[in-house]
């Protein structure tokens, strides 16, 4: 038997195997040093950034073409300017790149734009044809009873004016 230095004279320099004659589970060593072993690692792709929504483009051109229906009425002034202010942060939003499709954001400004306008006009004859009503005494009622039933001679209904 050969000795080994640090083996007292009388022991195996192997060490003992599991009890009973059974067999060690371990495997045997891969291609790579123990410890180390990593799976193969494949290409990864970065994964596609989303696109930038512009929700703020498409509320300006809702609320543009709200703007535009209702633009006879005060309320269609009022959105009109709500759809141009949307409009114009949404196109600045697109030229900073942080949204994407303008295409609707100038929609937006353009209907906003369009209601602003027609409201104006709308309001401009109302109020045109109430001072020229007033003026001319169409609203005063017992005025034009006495002028249809005096010929329409004012002479005779000063008193109601």
Known sequence: MTEFPGVAPGQSSVPPGP???AQSLSYPPGPYPPGTYRPPQYPQFAPVPPRPTNG???ASLVVGIVALVTSPLCIGLGLGVVAVAMGVTARRRVKRGEAADGGPAHAGIVL???AIVIGLVVGAILVAIFVIGIATDQ???TYQHCLLEHNGMSQYCEQYR
């Open 19 to 21: 009890p009973g004659g």
């Open 139 to 141: 609203f005063n009622e």
């Open 56 to 58: 703020l483009a498409v």
């Open 112 to 114: 906003g734009s369009m």
